[in-house]
DNA sequence: GTCTATATTTAGATAGAC
DNA sequence: GTCTATCTAAATATAGAC
């Protein structure tokens, strides 16, 4: 039986192994932290990781796949939802929040603030092309999106929307990456957010920003005539 | 005689080893590359960077240390000319200028592209602190930009003005850190950009966005009154 | 300043008993 | 599945001749 965990028994050394490898990827990135490391904090033993997973490379892409699949999921089905109330045309904030909530609630719990902060850090990763986690699992739906805001934003140059995008995603790893400096400049000015709020502020902030890039001869389409 | 450098005379190997790690730092991070990495492709023994550097900690300091001090006068210099320009009564854009274009005129150089990068992934690295370079060197400056957000915009909530600084350096640094999805994702639709396009872009994209968040009960400043 | 050679530590991975 | 013990390669750093 591998469901039916008791509640005071003691996690599988396998699922030990990949939440002490997710915290410490998250924290110091993929090279910076050692099998060791992650033998030690996780009390299993260095051959037991190689046992479960192989090698520290099919280690790090188990603990991408662990979560991600669920994540993706919603993140779908969020989509759906919001061109299904409205025949294909959705208001370009449910695209977004559709887009960011999924991350922002995982972000916002004990057991997936690290994994957040794991994706942050493997989409800014100028290398990610390589170990092709990215390309594989996060560009299709990404992909989805970009042509959901495009039929948000019928009339918006495609350039426009393309650029908001990426602004979105640095903006949504950002407030997943580094929590620390933003506490050390704004203190507590930005503390006690609900994921709600902090999802609203994401959505509207780009929302707005995106009234920048209008298309000058557009006619107004019952929106924000500016 | 150190200054004075002939056209064909090859650089001194300190500068070729500061060179070379820059890239390297930039494109893999700092525990992904190995002295023996620099030593290699600077064409130096790996003791030399021993000697000029002292160790590989070091080394990475100096790397930061060689280009920061500059462009920090230049950010610095902007921000003190829109503020004597209006009398210390900034727009948000000219704020926002000063900050971000020393950083993407950086980066659309040959020569400086990489320290983009290296900037980039020293922001958004959750262990940032414990260098301490963030701290020493960008927390100040950053502190001066935001007291002048918040004379730009007296009426803003100051929750919004740090927030809208965050989402800020979440932009700039992924259009710094990882060109290659964007250009994966998007194609030509954001190649051949100016480095002022894309300065305004960002400018533009922010201002609009903080619109989101003006306090309510303020008056009109002559702005976009929604 | 630059080189060769090497010391020392730490890394990922495996062999084989239980 | 788990353990001890160990292999091999790679890392940072230094010593000392030139």
Redesign the pocket.
């Known amino acids: 039986m591998r469901a039916g965990l008791q509640v005071t028994e003691r996690p599988?050394?396998?699922d030990r192994i990949l939440a002490t490898a997710e915290r410490l990827f998250a924290e110091r990135g993929y090279h910076a932290?050692?099998?060791?490391?992650i033998g030690g904090e996780a009390d299993?033993?260095?051959?037991?990781i190689?046992?479960?997973f192989?090698?520290?490379?099919l280690l790090y892409r188990a603990v991408f796949e662990r979560r991600l699949t669920p994540v993706t999921e919603r993140r779908r089905a969020g989509l759906a939802a919001a061109m299904a109330a409205t025949q294909g045309r959705p208001g370009i904030e449910a695209v977004l929040d559709a887009f960011a909530r999924p991350w922002i609630e995982i972000r916002d719990t004990e057991e997936g603030q690290f994994y957040a902060r794991l994706i942050a850090r493997e989409v800014n990763d100028p290398q990610e092309q390589e170990r092709g986690i990215v390309e594989s699992l996060l560009d299709p739906i990404a992909r989805d999106f970009l042509a959901a805001m495009e039929r948000a934003l019928p009339h918006h140059e495609r350039s426009e929307i393309h650029w908001a995008y990426h602004f979105f995603i640095g903006l949504l790893t950002l407030t997943m990456a580094n929590p620390r400096r933003v506490r050390r400049l704004s203190g507590d000015l930005m503390e006690e957010q609900t994921t709600d709020a902090v999802v609203s502020r994401l959505v509207a902030f780009v929302t707005n920003g995106l009234q920048a890039g209008k298309a000058p001869e557009a006619p107004s389409q019952g929106g924000r005539t500016e």
Do not use: C, M, P
């Not at 932290?33 to 490391?37: A, G, I, M, N, T």
């Not at 299993?44 to 037991?48: G, P, R, T």
């Not at 192989?54 to 490379?57: A, D, L, P, Y």
């Open positions: 599988a050394t396998r932290v050692s099998l060791r490391d299993a033993q260095i051959a037991l190689s046992y479960h192989g090698s520290k490379e």
